[in-house]
């Protein structure tokens, strides 16, 4: 984590250290260009989807992490679409989880510059990834209006498979209609991403994405469970137990220390 002394100043005795310091480095990395400034509202709403959750991964999001990573070995083709808050936010854990699972990383960006485009794809390759995909988007994905929609026939375009991290929802809708199986991590269950992926994890991304990756080894051995997994997973039931998961936390008695 950074030690500017922008960081120093939060006291590691503050109940919010960790959300404190995830925002003045997304605060930053907008001023780096990785992260659009639109990106720390995107940033803001998930976290309070998070407090409804407990700030924990659910088992109900483990569940839905095991099916996500069973259908990312099981893939042909499979690629990880990072956004700049994804870049900003886990870098380094989006190539592990790429590495243990042979994806490509490709870069796609909502608000698109080809500036901000080589700053995200150098992010990632200084975080350690070999090969990051999207400086030269040579395809355009069907039914988006926006810069979303250019990708490269490489990664995206050709993919089976494709993890949408932090994602909007007009492409991961368009995603599907172009019949690929699309992936989200996705705090709020009521979004249209949530809705429209094939799997939703709805949990914090700095969370699942160490979790999808330490749950590889485990089920590239076993194809019988990865195929139990895909065939047993509902992901209109996997959001209303995360609904219902946030509805207990509500009910439940609340510890102090919360903003």
Avoid: W
């Avoid at 995107?42 to 099916?67: C, I, K, P, S, W």
């Avoid at 794809?121 to 350690?128: I, N, V, Y």
């Avoid at 019949?179 to 809705?195: E, F, Q, W």
Wanted: proline share 4%.
């Amino acid at each position: 984590m950074n030690t500017s002394p922008l960081f120093v100043q939060i006291s590691k005795d503050h109940p919010r250290y960790r959300s404190l310091v995830v925002r003045e480095m997304m605060a930053k990395r907008v001023e780096e260009g990785i992260v659009a400034p639109t990106g720390l509202i995107a940033h803001g709403r998930g976290e309070a989807f998070d407090y409804l959750l407990g700030e924990r991964t659910t088992e109900n999001a483990r569940r839905a992490e095991m099916v996500a990573v069973a259908m990312l070995l099981d893939a042909i083709r499979p690629v990880i679409s990072v956004n700049g808050n994804t870049a900003a936010l886990c870098s380094k854990e989006v190539v592990g989880l790429a590495e243990a699972t042979r994806a490509k990383i490709e870069v796609n960006l909502f608000h698109r510059t080809e500036e901000r485009v080589q700053k995200v794809c150098s992010f990632m390759e200084d975080a350690g990834a070999k090969e990051v995909l999207g400086r030269s988007p040579d395809a355009l994905l069907p039914g988006i209006a926006s810069d979303r929609a250019r990708c490269t026939r490489e990664g995206i375009y050709s993919a089976d498979v494709v993890l949408v991290p932090l994602e909007d929802g007009d492409r991961a809708e368009a995603l599907v209609k172009f019949g690929k199986k699309v992936i989200a991590i996705d705090l709020n269950p009521l979004s249209r991403t949530a809705r429209a992926a094939h799997v939703t994890i709805v949990d914090e991304v700095t969370r699942a994405v160490p979790n999808m990756t330490t749950m590889v080894p485990e089920l590239r051995r076993n194809g019988d469970r990865r195929l139990a997994l895909l065939n047993s997973f509902d992901n209109q039931l996997n959001l209303e137990g995360a609904m219902e998961a946030m509805r207990a936390n509500l009910s439940a008695p609340q510890s102090e220390g919360k903003e």
